[in-house]
């Protein structure tokens, strides 16, 4: 967030996993349904199989009450929230699959071991529920009457932009602070990035503030309607209550 907090990840599938994994293996060994061998699961194969779905149930659960917990506080203190836009089937697209060359056993193992990184890496990012999340942000803050704002991430780009200049320079993930080569701006990674996007939603921009013509931001920012909307909707709200101070 741009005033500093952090929200810990929860990291809920990543402590029942190991359970669930214990209980999968017992199902295997048990009598599976099959329809192509005309046979019905076992007694014992359909208590593992509730056992599995139970465990599964309880992580969906957690994940939802915790969303909805965090969501209501933020919305709670805030009456407005910007948020980046996530790509979220992008960023959890399968790992490559390797098919019929004649490449040899090793190049082979390699491919499935990034496979499988990336199907857990897509398990840990699937795991935090950030669609959910900011459906949940969403819909709560429609309901309190704040304004949600969707920052459009490819075109601000808040995690490679310079909160206090304005000047883009890219940044690898592993990346985690966010020093600024021009201004010696120094801030964490995801609170600077919290702020260029608060900055991007409220119009007073940091953009503009430097020679702006080197980056193509502030062009695009006119086409965008989401900024009109949004002095609208401030405007009508302000007429009705006075607000406390825009977060
Ligand atoms: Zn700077």
């Not at 948020?83 to 490449?103: H, I, P, Q």
């Not at 980056?215 to 709200?237: D, F, I, M, N």
Request: glycine share 8%; proline share 3%; with cysteine.
């Amino acid at each position: 967030m741009s005033n500093g907090a952090k929200v810990e990840n929860p990291r809920f599938l990543g402590k029942t996993q190991a359970k669930i994994r214990v209980i999968s293996k017992q199902k295997r060994r048990k009598q599976a349904p099959s329809r192509k061998h005309k046979v019905k699961a076992s007694r014992r194969w359909l208590k593992a199989q509730k056992q599995v779905s139970k465990l599964q149930r309880k992580v969906g659960t957690q994940r939802s009450n915790w969303i909805h917990q965090e969501a209501t506080k933020i919305v709670g203190s805030n009456s407005l929230v910007a948020t980046e836009k996530l790509n979220l089937k992008g960023m959890t697209a399968k790992g490559a699959v390797l098919r019929g060359n004649n490449s040899s056993a090793n190049t082979a193992s390699k491919k499935g071991k990034r496979k499988c990184q990336k199907s857990g890496l897509n398990r840990s990012v699937l795991d935090v529920g950030m669609g959910m999340f900011r459906k949940a942000l969403e819909y709560k803050l429609a309901e309190a009457g704040g304004v949600f704002v969707e920052v459009p991430s490819k075109t601000v780009k808040p995690s490679q932009t310079c909160p206090n200049c304005g000047c883009q320079e890219p940044k690898s993930l592993d990346q985690r602070v966010h020093c600024c080569t021009r201004c010696s701006y120094t801030e964490d990674r995801d609170v600077a990035a919290a702020k260029v996007m608060l900055s991007w939603a409220l119009g007073t921009s940091v953009f503009n503030r430097g020679e702006g013509s080197s980056t193509s931001v502030p062009k695009e920012r006119k086409h965008c309607g989401g900024l009109k909307q949004l002095a609208s909707l401030k405007r009508q709200k302000l007429q009705v209550q006075p607000l406390g101070d825009l977060e």
